[in-house]
């Protein structure tokens, strides 16, 4: 398996533009997480799937930030529109099984907003 | 909410020099993750704790879970430059989901 896949590596863009970041989980998967991580904040949990529902979005910053799974292999975060303090690398993960066993990262996608 | 301290939160070591790192909860955890996140990486999952005052090895890396199941820390013994990254500790508590600390960055020198 190739591991969670994340695309854009880097994407930058100027204040106020839409920004769609993208996650493919691993296969068999069925919880997928976006975090956010920044100097300041550290690792922050935005929010997550499980079986392409969201269960939890209390860590999704304000309203501009949406986050969708069409299906168990796709997710998008989306951020409209974006500002600066939105620049930080945003982690999308996934784990399987009813026991939490352990999460597996993207390599994440470094977001610049200038 | 549940909370979960790390300390330190910076570690200058010598290369040769051991290595320690505490995470400490606000709560009762039922179990304990750490991952390690090399510079400009993406954090890699090293190993869980489950039993109160468990004790794990791999290789020069020491973790354990405390009586209490509130605290964990992670000790590396003679460290290398390989260990260079930031070690994040993850609490689960009553939620499926765990929380992650805020990590220790361990530089070493050589």
């Known amino acids: 398996d190739a591991g969670v896949i994340q695309s854009p590596r880097h994407e930058v863009t100027e204040m106020g533009q839409e920004v769609t970041l993208r996650c493919k989980p691993i296969?068999?998967?069925?919880?997928l997480f976006w975090y956010r991580q920044t100097m300041m904040r550290g690792l922050e949990l935005l929010i997550y799937?499980?079986?392409?529902?969201?269960?939890?979005d209390s860590g999704m910053p304000e309203d501009r930030f949406s986050a969708k799974m069409p299906n168990a292999s796709f997710s998008t975060l989306k951020i409209q529109p974006s500002e600066p303090r939105d620049s930080a690398v945003y982690f999308c993960?996934?784990?399987?099984?009813?026991?939490?066993?352990?999460?597996?990262f993207g390599q994440g996608t470094r977001l610049t907003v200038v | 909410g549940q909370q979960v301290m790390q300390i330190p939160q910076y570690q200058h070591v010598q290369e040769g020099e051991d290595f320690t790192t505490y995470c400490n909860s606000s709560?009762?955890?039922?179990?304990i993750q750490w991952y390690k996140q090399r510079p400009g990486g993406h954090p890699v999952f090293l190993i869980q704790?489950?039993?109160?005052?468990e004790v794990k090895k791999q290789k020069r890396l020491t973790f354990q879970f405390g009586e209490a199941k509130k605290n964990s820390s992670l000790h590396i013994t003679a460290t290398q430059t390989t260990d260079v990254g930031t070690y994040f500790c993850?609490?689960?508590?009553?939620?499926?989901?765990?929380?992650f600390g805020r990590g220790t960055s361990l530089i070493v020198h050589p």
């Open positions: 993960a996934s784990s399987g099984g009813q026991v939490y066993t352990e999460a597996f």
């Open positions: 296969s068999g998967h069925d919880y």
């Open positions: 799937f499980n079986n392409n529902v969201p269960i939890d």
């Open positions: 709560t009762t955890l039922s179990n």
């Open positions: 704790l489950v039993k109160s005052g």
């Open positions: 993850a609490g689960r508590g009553g939620s499926y989901i765990p929380t």
